[in-house]
């Protein structure tokens, strides 16, 4: 033992808890520096602040990580708890808490096969919400008016959509920028979708009919950022139809389930979403030739049945000549008939006029006159002689009404006399014949009580029957008595309790109290 040691620890250097804290520091952080640590993500947490704070740890140990919030801006996949990552940063203390933590500025998935994993997994749960349902999926419009892309405005993607839709269909294209990598990939297209769904039809900014979404070729992690399940909800809940062109042929991500349709390349999106125009016109005119040979076939066909049937009728000369003899034989006949008819009417005519002359009319006119005048003469006094006779005549209505009014209120009042008489007997009858009636029922109501005592089943039994009674009701028969576990016999005094076979009784008789009579079908005599 060295003879400087002290025991005691008496003349060891006094450090402060800063002091000591500081050294702690210095050699974790100049013993490690930068380090990539792998494990599995426990809990995260992300405040207000924008930092994240996570555990690293795997079947022994745990170590806590932090990323700073413009660390986690950069960052291309976000830590999930249950995930398999590497974690790259630098080991330090934290000495508020007297604890180590790993300062993380970049997480990379530990393998494609974890981060394959962590993607079939969130696949599994949108499709459990309906998102990727073949219900959802809306129809293709065949010829959009406005095609809205949500892609990035400076990649070779937007160039390749244009330049084929130039040559297929040149329409109307809206583009919105979004960022297609990284951490703002999607937030950004989510907004975009969304914001294409909100444009009001026929507003300044003319709405799409149709979406396409598209990003070039990359690595899984280059295209996570269409595996978010907001970008997946955005396309799944657009009202306009989606065509998902998100990587090449191979690729596939979240965003191809939740769109309409899926094209393999941003080239074969715009071929699905318009036709060649060259095509559609050859089309069209092929079918206008058609259309034509088709009408003037038809034209032709009911030409020629109209002229076989023309052949049938005959000649339109053969049909009306009858007609126009016997038009020319009548205009023949007219003017003589004329002339015939005009003759013998003035022959009638001749003898009536010579009869007729202006004396004649002038004494006609006069004794026609003063038949008028002698009329107007008896006529005049006329009116008020009927005035007269009219008052005459309802002046005796009304002698002859006021009597017979006096008769009917004299027979109302008679009649009202005699019917309150006719009451007021009727109601003293009853006064009488209330009481007797009344006294009459009871009479017959203790009748009926004295008959029903008299037969009643409890009468029977005081002149020696008894009523023999099993669990399930009364016993009526040996077989059934000797099948019970156990017989109860009411006799007019009481009853009594035997078991059959047990030669007695199991309980004395007890004599119980007088219920109402229920009548004979309560039990059986015997």
Partial sequence: MDLLDDENGSNAHDYTVSEISGAVKRVIEG?????????????????????????????????????????VAKMQVRPEEGMEVIATGRMTTFAGQSKYQLIVDNVEPAGAGALMAMLEARRKALAAKGLFDAGRKKPIPWLPQVIGVVTSPSGAVIRDILHRLADRFPRHVLIWPVAVQGQACAPEVARAVRGFNELAPGGEIPRPDLIIVARGGGSIEDLWGFNEEAVVRAVAESDIPVISAVGHETDTTLVDHAADRRAPTPTAAAEMAVPVRAELAAWLSEAQTRMMRAARGRLDQRGQRLRDLARGLGRPEALTQPARQSFDLWAERLGPALRTLVLRKNTRFAPLAAQISPNLLRRFIRDRSREIEGLSTRLAPAPAARMRRAGQDHAQLARRLDAARLRVIGDAQRRNRDGAERLAGLEARLERS????????????????????????????????????????????????EKQPGLEIEFADGKLAVIPGGGGSATAPKPKKKKPDPGPSQGSLF
């Fill in 31 to 71: 013993e490690f520096g930068r380090v990539r640590v792998r494990g599995e993500v426990g809990r995260v947490s992300m405040p207000r602040s924008g930092h994240m704070y996570f555990d690293l740890k795997d079947d022994r140990s745990v170590i806590a990580a932090v990323s700073w919030k413009g660390q």
């Fill in 434 to 481: 209330l009481p007797a009636r009344i006294e009459a029922q009871r009479e017959r109501l203790d009748r009926l009580n004295r008959m029903r005592q008299t037969l009643g089943y409890r009468e029977t039994l005081k002149r020696g029957y008894a009523v023999v009674r099993g669990p399930d009701g009364v016993v009526t028969s040996q077989g059934v008595a």
